[in-house]
């Protein structure tokens, strides 16, 4: 398949500089690059790209405009939403919402890629416990949930290895 061959072609030979000194050029979003990420296909490969090059500005944008585009549900790399602090909430809202929304069968699933997500790094972790500490505060209706949700976080974190004492 010529997809295929042109995503491997692309993974093997992308330079990230060349990327943001055309982007950069460009002076406002390519039209070719709105036109890639309606694909699937497309988007998959600027997953995997962001995840190889995460300091690549060109590859940050275009995560955030897939996430724009209402795509934030693909976006399963932790280390690519971490370093968005947009993408990482939409993905925090978007999970949030899932396991408060979950079947009992789904609900197992739902947290895990939550947790993974929020136990990504020390930063993650703590972002994500203040957001939950403010949505217990703006809404106190949630409180056993939210109590609840920052003690399992905790232990997973602490499973994970990751300082949850600062």
């Keep these: 398949q010529i997809e295929d061959h042109l995503k491997t072609v692309i993974l093997k030979h992308f330079d990230p500089k060349k990327a943001d000194l055309i ?55 932790a280390s690519t939403a971490a370093h968005q602090p947009e993408v990482f909430c939409g993905l925090v809202k978007n999970l949030l919402s899932e396991i408060i929304t979950a079947s009992s069968s789904e609900l197992e699933k739902s947290f895990k890629e939550f947790c993974h997500l929020v136990c990504h790094s020390q930063h993650t972790y703590f972002y994500s416990q203040a957001m939950i500490k403010t949505v217990e505060q703006r809404h106190t209706e949630y409180n056993n949930f939210t109590q609840w949700l920052s003690r399992e976080i905790q232990q997973e974190a602490i499973r994970r290895k990751l300082d949850v004492t600062n």
């Design 23 to 77: 982007f950069t050029e460009e002076g406002s979003v390519p039209s070719w690059l709105e036109e890639m990420i309606s694909f699937p296909t497309w988007r998959e490969l600027f997953y995997q790209l962001a995840d190889q090059y995460p300091d690549c500005l060109m590859l940050k944008f275009t995560i955030k405009l897939i996430s724009d585009a209402g795509y934030q549900g693909e976006i399963t790399s």
